[in-house]
């Protein structure tokens, strides 16, 4: 059973940085890509960033171009994601999700196990 387990939300102000982490169970961790999705009250969820199973590659969103950054410890068993130049409207829940294949992609359809998600407030 694969569980995914986020951490490093929190309350922050604008312009402020945050760093998300997924921690996996499995020992065949390295081989799967990871995203990261969110969904902001009265949203659809939607497609944050996402890393490929070396982490030679990576996919963003638009909207975080230039200010989040994706990476992976895969001794750790781990994936971050670094929050910098917050704004408002990236206020949401951010779930991390694991697909069963090493490629990223960003549709959510296309990965298999999902955490419970880190709450990210950004104030004024």
């Known amino acids: 059973q694969v569980q995914l387990v986020e951490s490093g939300g929190g309350l922050v102000q604008a312009g402020g940085s945050l760093r998300l982490s997924c921690a996996a169970s499995?020992?065949?961790?390295?081989?799967?890509?990871v995203a990261w999705f969110r969904q902001a009250p009265g949203k659809e969820r939607e497609f944050v960033a996402a890393?490929?199973?070396?982490?030679?590659?990576?996919l963003y969103a638009d909207s975080v171009k230039g200010r989040f950054s994706i990476s992976r410890d895969n001794a750790k068993n781990t994936v971050y994601l670094q929050m910098n130049s917050l704004k408002l409207e990236d206020t949401a829940v951010y779930t991390c999700?694991?697909?069963?294949?090493?490629?990223?992609?960003?549709?959510?359809?296309?990965?298999?196990?999902w955490g419970q998600g880190t709450q990210v407030t950004v104030s004024s």
């Open positions: 999700a694991r697909r069963p294949m090493g490629a990223a992609t960003t549709a959510p359809g296309w990965y298999e196990y």
């Open positions: 499995g020992r065949t961790f390295s081989s799967y890509a």
């Open positions: 890393i490929n199973w070396s982490g030679s590659s990576t």
